[in-house]
């Protein structure tokens, strides 16, 4: 995968630890302060045929509020 180098806000690495079947990770500070990421926000995960994986917040729609960040039923 071609990453133009000067649209790139932040690169880094993490270790993956899976403890039980919850499967967390950690998302650095960095990508967290930059886009504003709280608890209970989204994230979309695009895995793709050739093993490169995308990885984005989810935007709230504009009819939700900041007070409505409680996860789905049966997830979280």
Excluded: H, Q
């Amino acid at each position: 995968m071609k990453i133009d180098l000067e649209n790139v806000a932040y690169i880094g690495e993490t270790t993956v630890t899976i403890r039980s079947s919850r499967r967390r990770i950690t998302i650095p500070k960095e990508i967290v302060e930059k886009l504003d990421i709280s608890d209970g926000d989204r994230i979309r995960w695009v895995l793709f045929n050739n093993g490169n994986l995308c990885i984005s917040r989810v935007k709230p729609s504009p009819e939700s509020s900041d007070d409505s960040r409680e996860p789905e039923k049966g997830k979280g």
